[in-house]
């Protein structure tokens, strides 16, 4: 079923910023990642940008789309510069327990931004839903194992969930006509939505052989 309004000039002009956010937010979570692990500025630069662009590389390397920061060299220099940032600032206490919600952010953006281009692109719907699944978690996940520490989605919490709730909504509501906008909005808001309960609560999902959700969401198991 084809989708009734084509978001290529919203890409050109709203999901651009939409896109640099995303990127500024993730870039912050890799900065902050560095900074827990006390590396130098170099590192924090480098965690920042794999972290930003890590999710939106792979999308469309899996599309044949030319990578979106190759010629747009600006997704980097906001990676640096909020790696610059983060490097002065790090010291507050608030840094380590931003992490959560920043990365919440990031996913339910880039969620919504990964399944829209490749939309745009005409990849078909399913797949363009995993795409944005890809563009919301890879970056994180290339982040954390660098930095060898256990990623979200290999901790029993609610993360990819989000992830498949924002995408599959947004691709949902456009394929019913819905305009680029609300579909969006709808799509990131039900996202992190989902994420900030889970982070609140500490709600997860049953494990393999679970009988009863109420169980420490500290535990590090599969979600």
Known sequence: MPVTDNPVEALNTALLWLDYAGVAVFAASGALVAARHKQDIITFGFFAAITGVGGGTL???LIDAPVFWVQRPGYIMVCLGIALLAWFLAGFNWRFRALAWLDALGISAFS??????ALSLGVHPFSAMLMGIFTAIFGGVIRDVLAGQPNFIV????????????????VGLRLVGLSFWPAGLAGFGAAFALRAVA???GLHLPS???KSPHESPHEDKLS
């Open 199 to 201: 982070i609140v609560y």
């Open 112 to 117: 919504v931004v990964g399944a829209a281009k």
């Open 155 to 170: 901790r029993r919490e609610i993360y990819i969930s989000a992830t498949i709730l924002g995408a599959g909504l947004f």
């Open 208 to 210: 393999f052989g679970q």
């Open 59 to 61: 999308r469309d390397l």
